[in-house]
T-cell receptor, first 113, second 114 residues
Framework: QQQVKQSPQSLIVQKGGIPIINCAYE??????FPWYQQFPGKGPALLIA?????SEKKEGRFTISFNKSAKQFSLHIMDSQPGDSATYFC????????????FGTGTRLTVIP | DVKVTQSSRYLVKRTGEKVFLECVQD?????MFWYRQDPGLGLRLIYF???????EKGDIPEGYSVSREKKERFSLILESASTNQTSMYLC?????????????FGSGTRLTVV
């Protein structure tokens, strides 16, 4: 059972466009929502994260929007660049236990020059 | 700079061979994980360990085993490699009870079984 549902599976945008990747969850015990960025041939790396007590977080061109009541969160990439082409994973975490981070299935983003 | 290091970037093994994938972390993390990544299937958890000599099955443990003799090292073992185990393997580590930090991943090992 997928604890975090992510869409779309793939996304192609023109340079300068604003790709949006959406994620949804059910478990209200989740208290930390990171996004990971993975370039080809590399492991995923933490990109940006949000706690459920805020509705938006920006870091550079990357923004997380969080809707606690709908149990949804999304990643927006402003002024996207070809160098943003990567696979993006959303995730959700709970405090307890060792295996406490649950990943979405990933979105492969391609930004066309 | 904290690191999770996987010993091999690329491996080619023959069907039936016993394969060892090694992972070392220098962050004194209690938890370590092995995932495999296949196109369209995301990250699938094979095994994880929350302490030395402790291990737990993940979602797809069949055909794999693990070993954690030291806190910093977590090994994935393919007892008899098969072609359907051709994949990207990712090791990760984390702190217990630290939901605000996420996981740190290694760069991955691309395994091809022929």
């Amino acid at each position: 059972q997928q604890q975090v549902k992510q869409s779309p599976q793939s996304l192609i945008v023109q340079k300068g466009g604003i790709p949006i990747i959406n994620c949804a969850y059910e478990n209200t015990a989740f208290d930390y929502f990171p996004w990971y960025q993975q370039f080809p041939g590399k492991g995923p790396a933490l990109l940006i994260a949000i706690r459920p007590d805020v509705s938006e977080k920006k870091e550079g061109r990357f923004t997380i929007s969080f809707n606690k009541s709908a149990k949804q969160f999304s990643l927006h990439i402003m002024d996207s660049q070809p160098g943003d082409s990567a696979t993006y994973f959303c995730a959700a975490s709970i405090k307890t236990g060792a295996n406490n981070l649950f990943f979405g299935t990933g979105t492969r983003l391609t930004v066309i020059p | 700079d904290v690191k999770v290091t996987q010993s091999s970037r690329y491996l080619v093994k023959r069907t039936g061979e016993k394969v060892f994938l090694e992972c070392v972390q220098d962050m004194d993390h209690e938890n370590m994980f092995w995932y495999r990544q296949d196109p369209g299937l995301g990250l699938r958890l094979i095994y994880f360990s929350y302490d030395v000599k402790m291990k737990e099955k993940g979602d797809i443990p069949e055909g794999y085993s693990v070993s954690r003799e030291k806190k910093e090292r977590f090994s994935l073992i393919l007892e008899s490699a098969s072609t359907n185990q051709t994949s990207m393997y990712l090791c990760a580590s984390s702190l217990t009870g630290a939901s605000g930090y996420g996981y740190t991943f290694g760069s991955g090992t691309r395994l091809t079984v022929v």
